[in-house]
């Protein structure tokens, strides 16, 4: 972060706060462990925390100033607002302006951080660039990767995501794109917002804090996204297969040592590349990134180059032979959209081997979720998968989409899962070459069957 000046905080804010003597802010932390000297501390209050009672331990860390909705006597100047969030939007709001760095938007249903990483690779080929750390695509952890940058990069690409309608609408106030991308819209948190026409409608909100004369990149394959009306900001289709309205597309696709191969058209030239990662939502996702990188004069073959390079987040079909067996680990997270392409991926893994899914509940679909875990089972017959396991309260539903070759546990049954996926590699129906997917939502911990599998194999 560069350095601010107390007083400029106050007034972006519009916090209440007398001062004697402007302070030099060095820092921006709303956690007391993270404290550095001459940082700002913002007290933000949650359902089971408030860090009001935490002001005394972020002083004595360091901290020169707080911010804060109600009254705490400490040693420091204390910056008072009506809420310490919308103070922290606002600062995020103010410095982004100030700093005045190009911004990437990223957002969609699946892919996100797959798109926003490959982006970022793209645009390091010609550029100094941030990239969000971890998963702080949401309400605070958003504002906190603005506060983040400094004069050291020419871009920034920044994940947005988003559980409710209006939560991307203030993350773009923040941000202010110069130009974003949508990866899809699937089906992810539909138990909130109850359909897809309102995911797509919660998706579309990045356009509002869009540059006017910014750009925003639609997957092209997306029946939603296909006739998305943009507002007037100009947009650009990519796609898998040749289409008159896409910008950009790849076709010739071919997988080959876990790596795919295509051809990228753009502009009437074709350029022949590959991405180092399996699947063509992964062939989808390196095009957006693409084409963000052409926005910013980054040609084709640069991208590629770049590309090539590019290696998966841990946990998103990540995979490592075990005595001959591949284990593909994708349990980032899980929902219907994610769970296809990785069943449709896995008999990539497999080849002429089998096809093993271990396989856990997808969350957050409310009155949805029965029928998508009975679909569930369907693509998992669809996708010549030979045996499953699933793990859920939805358990019964699954059993019925994929009532052979399959054995279902309850959400609390996980031991009794574990010694399913014992005595199935010891009755030696394994063999060198086949692939066991394991994937789930994280809240279903499918690491630890993971682990199980990985210490008999």
């Given at each position: 972060?560069?350095?601010?000046?107390?007083?400029?905080?106050?007034?972006?804010?519009?916090?209440?706060?007398?001062?004697?003597?402007?302070?030099?802010?060095?820092?921006?932390?709303?956690?007391?462990?993270?404290?550095?000297?001459?940082?700002?501390?913002?007290?933000?209050?949650?359902?089971?925390?408030?860090?009001?009672?935490?002001?005394?331990?972020?002083?004595?860390?360091?901290?020169?100033?707080?911010?804060?909705?109600?009254?705490?006597?400490?040693?420091?100047?204390?910056?008072?607002?009506?809420?310490?969030?919308?103070?922290?939007?606002?600062?995020?709001?103010?410095?982004?302006?100030?700093?005045?760095?190009?911004?990437?938007?990223?957002?969609?249903?699946?892919?996100?951080?797959?798109?926003?990483?490959?982006?970022?690779?793209?645009?390091?080929?010609?550029?100094?660039?941030?990239?969000?750390?971890?998963?702080?695509?949401?309400?605070?952890?958003?504002?906190?990767?603005?506060?983040?940058?400094?004069?050291?990069?020419?871009?920034?690409?920044?994940?947005?995501?988003?559980?409710?309608?209006?939560?991307?609408?203030?993350?773009?106030?923040?941000?202010?794109?110069?130009?974003?991308?949508?990866?899809?819209?699937?089906?992810?948190?539909?138990?909130?917002?109850?359909?897809?026409?309102?995911?797509?409608?919660?998706?579309?909100?990045?356009?509002?804090?869009?540059?006017?004369?910014?750009?925003?990149?639609?997957?092209?394959?997306?029946?939603?996204?296909?006739?998305?009306?943009?507002?007037?900001?100009?947009?650009?289709?990519?796609?898998?297969?040749?289409?008159?309205?896409?910008?950009?597309?790849?076709?010739?696709?071919?997988?080959?040592?876990?790596?795919?191969?295509?051809?990228?058209?753009?502009?009437?030239?074709?350029?022949?590349?590959?991405?180092?990662?399996?699947?063509?939502?992964?062939?989808?996702?390196?095009?957006?990134?693409?084409?963000?990188?052409?926005?910013?004069?980054?040609?084709?073959?640069?991208?590629?180059?770049?590309?090539?390079k590019y290696r998966t987040v841990k946990m998103r079909q990540e995979a490592e032979l075990v005595g001959g067996v591949?284990?593909?680990?994708?349990?980032?997270?899980?929902?219907?959209?994610?769970?296809?392409?990785?069943?449709?991926?896995?008999?990539?893994?497999?080849?002429?081997?089998?096809?093993?899914?271990?396989?856990?509940?997808?969350?957050?679909?409310?009155?949805?979720?029965?029928?998508?875990?009975?679909?569930?089972?369907?693509?998992?017959?669809?996708?010549?998968?030979?045996?499953?396991?699933?793990?859920?309260?939805?358990?019964?539903?699954?059993?019925?989409?994929?009532?052979?070759?399959?054995?279902?546990?309850?959400?609390?049954?996980?031991?009794?899962?574990?010694?399913?996926?014992?005595?199935?590699?010891?009755?030696?129906?394994?063999?060198?070459?086949?692939?066991?997917?394991?994937?789930?939502?994280?809240?279903?911990?499918?690491?630890?069957?993971?682990?199980?599998?990985?210490?008999?194999?």
């Open positions: 972060m560069e350095k601010l000046m107390l007083s400029e905080i106050i007034k972006s804010i519009n916090a209440a706060c007398p001062l004697d003597e402007d302070i030099e802010i060095t820092g921006v932390s709303t956690d007391t462990r993270t404290i550095q000297k001459g940082d700002l501390f913002i007290a933000l209050s949650g359902e089971k925390f408030d860090a009001h009672d935490y002001i005394d331990v972020a002083e004595k860390n360091g901290a020169v100033a707080a911010v804060c909705s109600r009254e705490v006597e400490a040693g420091i100047p204390m910056l008072y607002v009506d809420d310490t969030l919308l103070a922290l939007h606002s600062l995020a709001a103010y410095y982004r302006e100030k700093l005045g760095i190009k911004v990437v938007g990223v957002t969609g249903s699946n892919g996100k951080t797959t798109t926003r990483d490959m982006t970022a690779a793209v645009l390091r080929s010609k550029y100094s660039v941030y990239s969000t750390a971890k998963n702080f695509n949401n309400e605070i952890g958003l504002p906190k990767s603005v506060l983040e940058l400094d004069e050291s990069y020419d871009i920034a690409v920044l994940e947005m995501g988003m559980n409710h309608l209006g939560e991307i609408s203030r993350l773009t106030d923040i941000a202010k794109p110069d130009a974003a991308l949508i990866t899809n819209v699937g089906m992810a948190h539909i138990g909130n917002l109850g359909s897809q026409e309102n995911i797509l409608k919660a998706k579309l909100e990045i356009l509002e804090g869009i540059k006017k004369d910014g750009l925003i990149v639609l997957n092209g394959d997306d029946a939603l996204l296909r006739g998305a009306d943009t507002k007037g900001i100009k947009k650009a289709y990519i796609g898998i297969g040749e289409d008159t309205e896409k910008d950009l597309y790849a076709k010739d696709i071919e997988a080959r040592d876990g790596c795919t191969y295509f051809t990228a058209v753009y502009d009437g030239e074709e350029y022949r590349g590959y991405i180092p990662v399996l699947g063509n939502y992964n062939v989808s996702n390196a095009l957006e990134a693409m084409r963000i990188g052409v926005h910013f004069g980054v040609t084709v073959d640069e991208a590629f180059s770049a590309l090539e591949k284990l593909v680990k994708d349990y980032y997270n899980a929902s219907p959209d994610s769970a296809r392409v990785a069943l449709e991926t896995l008999s990539i893994h497999a080849g002429t081997g089998k096809r093993i899914a271990v396989l856990g509940e997808m969350l957050e679909l409310g009155e949805f979720g029965e029928k998508a875990h009975y679909d569930l089972g369907e693509m998992c017959v669809k996708n010549g998968v030979d045996y499953a396991f699933f793990i859920g309260k939805d358990c019964e539903e699954f059993k019925r989409g994929m009532p052979d070759n399959s054995e279902v546990f309850s959400a609390d049954e996980r031991e009794e899962l574990e010694n399913a996926l014992r005595r199935f590699v010891e009755s030696g129906r394994l063999s060198e070459g086949d692939a066991i997917l394991i994937k789930g939502s994280r809240g279903m911990k499918m690491e630890q069957f993971y682990e199980v599998l990985k210490s008999i194999l």
